[in-house]
């Protein structure tokens, strides 16, 4: 079974420009949950899609928003980026059953985003 | 709030044993343990619910104290591979879904 796929890998990026990531998860798996990775703050939440629908929401500003289609796949967005959006994007999928079941996640090799 | 993981850092010598500690002041559903190795994601290790399932890897055991919402990570007789940064994520039961709120990592360095 073919893991966890994000692109780009590796972006660089100015200050005021905005940024599309995209994740593939697993097949079968329905929900992804992205988080944000830096050396000060360690793996922090962004936010988790299932069946297209936005369940749950870290504490990001407004301007990091995300969605997901029908196929499962994710994207997230950020926009007027900063300096302090420099950081290894991580995307997680997981095989989220509707019975409120908790299942392992599985990560993706993240995309390195620099703001300059 | 994120959970507090202690130690920080630990330095072990191949065959020793180590603990890693993950305290949350939340009431949890779930924790769960992740380790990442350098310019790598991180990876699934093991589950532990609310009522005492696990889920997770054979050579490597936790456990779950739900009164004091705190879970252990137990790595015995450590081996090389063993070496990266331990994530406990926690999981609570005010969130609708799958949602991991992870500690600041304990590094754990196994040397020959």
């Known amino acids: 079974k073919a893991g966890v796929t994000q692109t780009p890998r590796y972006l660089i990026k100015t200050r005021g420009q905005q940024v599309t990531l995209s994740c593939s998860p697993i097949?079968?798996?329905?929900?992804v949950s992205w988080y944000q990775q830096t050396p000060g703050q360690g793996l922090q939440f962004l936010f988790e899609?299932?069946?297209?629908?936005?369940?749950n929401k870290g504490n990001f500003p407004g301007r990091f928003s995300g969605r997901q289609f029908s196929n499962s796949r994710s994207e997230m967005n950020v926009s007027t980026l900063e300096l302090g959006d420099s950081a290894l994007y991580l995307c997680a999928s997981s095989f989220y059953g509707d019975r409120g079941e908790t299942y392992e996640q599985y990560f993706g090799p993240g995309t390195r985003l620099t703001v300059t | 709030q994120q959970p507090v993981q202690s130690p920080q850092a630990v330095i072990l010598r191949e065959g020793e044993d180590a603990v890693i500690n993950c305290s949350s002041s939340k009431a949890l559903y779930s924790v769960h343990w992740y380790r990442q190795k350098h310019g790598e994601a991180p990876v699934f290790l093991m589950i532990l619910l609310k009522g005492g399932e696990q889920k997770g890897h054979d050579k490597i055991s936790a456990s779950f104290n739900e009164k004091k919402q705190q879970s252990s990570l137990y790595l015995t007789a450590s081996q090389l591979s063993y070496s990266g940064t331990y994530f406990c994520g926690t999981e609570s039961f005010n969130n609708a879904g799958n949602m991991l709120t992870f500690g600041g990592g304990t590094r754990l360095m196994v040397k020959p």
């Open positions: 097949s079968g798996h329905r929900s």
């Open positions: 899609y299932f069946s297209e629908t936005q369940r």
